[in-house]
């Protein structure tokens, strides 16, 4: 059964959301157990004891944008087709009723029918390199399920052949062909096999390994907050965030993988279990790649060499208005959580744009300008890398001090 209430999802309105408040019957349970669930609840969780199912008609959803190359997690209203499921939730294993916090007439007008497809909503690099390597070169032509936007498509040509993945022609490179065998998005792939050639690439598993498990690693109890936030600052190195994951990782392998260490350091454990996961399936594939496994001794400079090898299209530069990114001259701004948000160095490399508040930068590093031309000579010229505030001011420009008074 589904009972509208019109109601909006704010704290007023979940105030309200207690038994007997809308002639709910009286639960003999001393304790009331609620279940605070995501999308994933919608077609794959039942719970026995569910009766009761609030529905606000939001959903958390990632877009891309191709033209900034910025992913924004935004809540947008749900869809007809996800809100008939939250309610199928809801009676599972006994009669019961859904509560939806929204009208009937916004059920009706406001919502879609169907979630809109994420292929159409992400970018695309991954799914253009394995169609490329498993024969199929037309895609504009390619007949999916949901087309995506030309625009996302082109982006991701556009970023493997920036990445040596592709040819003039379109057609897979042999380095193409060894980032398809890694099961990462192509960037931290090229990151990995440009780890043989600065002799790091177990230092360059860990950072990858690190980087996919989002950003999930460092926890802040509100109780503990200045406590977990000093812990954090332990890890800081120099140079930015990428060295600072890698600094976790091999302080929690020296302790022995222990989870009191995690406990004691503020760090996800089941994150970091994961991340292990992620790099011992790695380094299993780097024998397929032909890539060995070398260690640069804490030559931290080898490190960061290799990942802007991978990640050259993510570079942002310092400008009297903030940082902008090289290409698209797109306002940009250091995430708080970063080791670098008070250093503010000239150039930076980040991992992924993501629009909340701001358009932030996450995982950020600080690089050279110089090193751009090392592994991207065919991306990056040397006049778009100058540094147009380190020339003289004509001399003209600007009034004296006795001028001003």
Not at 28 to 40: D, G, S
Not at 150 to 175: F, I, R
Request: charged share 20%; hydrophobic share 40%.
């Amino acid at each position: 059964e589904v009972q509208w209430l019109g109601l909006h999802a704010s704290t007023a309105g979940v105030a309200g959301l207690i038994p007997g408040g809308w002639d709910l019957p009286a639960i003999p349970h001393p304790l009331i157990q609620v279940v605070v669930a995501t999308n994933i609840a919608e077609t794959s969780l039942t719970i026995e004891g569910i009766i009761y199912v609030l529905d606000p008609g939001f959903c958390k959803q990632k877009s891309y944008n191709p033209r900034t190359g910025m992913e924004s997690l935004t809540v947008t209203p749900c869809s007809k087709a996800s809100a008939s499921q939250r309610a199928g939730r809801a009676g599972r294993v006994a009669a019961g009723k859904c509560f939806r916090l929204y009208t009937a007439w916004a059920y009706q007008h406001e919502l879609e029918e169907t979630t809109v497809p994420e292929i159409q909503r992400t970018s695309l690099g991954n799914v253009v390199l394995l169609l490329k390597s498993l024969g199929i070169h037309d895609l504009m032509h390619f007949d999916f399920l949901d087309p995506p936007p030309y625009e996302t498509l082109l982006l991701a040509l556009e970023q493997l052949y920036a990445l040596g993945a592709l040819n003039h022609l379109g057609e897979l490179t042999t380095s193409g062909r060894k980032m398809a065998e890694l099961p990462v998005d192509p960037m931290l792939s090229k990151m990995i096999l440009a780890s043989e050639k600065y002799s790091c690439s177990e230092e360059i598993l860990t950072v990858a390994a690190m980087l996919s498990v989002n950003n999930s690693i460092f926890y802040r109890p509100k109780d503990k907050v200045v406590h977990a936030d000093n812990a954090r600052v332990n890890f800081f190195l120099p140079g930015g965030d990428h060295l600072v994951l890698l600094n976790v990782y091999t302080q929690w392998a020296e302790s022995g993988y222990s989870s009191q260490w995690c406990y004691e350091n503020f760090v996800q454990f089941r994150s970091m279990r994961r991340a292990r996961d992620v790099r011992e399936q790695l380094e299993g594939l780097l024998e397929r790649v032909e890539v060995g496994l070398s260690s640069c001794q804490g030559d931290y400079i080898r490190v960061r060499k290799a990942i802007t090898a991978g990640y050259f299209y993510h570079t942002a530069r310092l400008t009297r208005s903030g940082y902008r990114t090289v290409k698209q001259q797109q306002t940009v701004f250091i995430h708080p959580n970063s080791s670098l948000f008070e250093e503010q160095p000239r150039w930076l490399l980040y991992h992924e744009l993501v629009l909340t508040t701001k358009e932030f930068m996450r995982q950020v590093l600080e690089i050279e300008s110089s090193w751009l031309l090392e592994v991207a000579p065919h991306y990056y010229k040397a006049k778009e890398l100058e540094d147009p505030h380190a020339k003289k001011m004509p001399r003209k420009v600007g009034k004296t001090r006795e001028e001003l008074g």
